[in-house]
């Protein structure tokens, strides 16, 4: 069976949320840029685990930063189990907005074509 691991959001600095569908992994770890950060603790509750893992300080900064929650059993590659984007900072607004201007210029191509397409042939 595989493992599903179900986020209860981020409170306090620590990230929550329940593990189930097999076996407890050895560990569960949160990494950043391919770098583990901090180990999660498993707590045992009637429908799998209670995962908790503190948020370094570290990785809040301006932008966009994405953790991965990650299980190791053994020698298997670890597994992901969750992504959890934090978005903070000046810097933040100006990337939205650049993806917003990204979007509309797309839309306004794919809106052009359509209309071609859609022009009687003749």
């Known amino acids: 069976m595989m493992l599903h691991f179900e986020s209860?959001?981020?409170?306090?600095?620590?990230w929550h949320g329940l593990l189930s569908g097999g076996a407890a992994p050895d560990r569960v770890v949160l990494s950043h840029q391919g770098e583990?950060?901090?180990?999660?603790?498993?707590?045992?509750e009637s429908e799998g685990w209670r995962v908790e893992v503190d948020l370094p300080g570290a990785v809040v900064s301006d932008g966009v930063q994405t953790l991965m929650l990650l299980a190791?059993?053994?020698s298997e590659p670890a597994l992901t189990l969750a992504r959890l984007a934090l978005l903070a900072g000046r810097p933040l607004?100006?990337?939205?907005?650049?993806?917003?201007a990204a979007l509309r210029a797309e839309l306004e191509l794919v809106k052009r074509e359509l209309r071609k397409m859609?022009?009687?042939?003749?």
């Open 118 to 122: 859609a022009q009687p042939q003749g």
């Open 93 to 100: 607004e100006d990337d939205l907005l650049a993806e917003i």
């Open 36 to 44: 583990i950060l901090a180990e999660a603790r498993l707590t045992p």
């Open 8 to 14: 209860h959001g981020v409170r306090g600095g620590t």
């Open 72 to 74: 190791e059993s053994g």
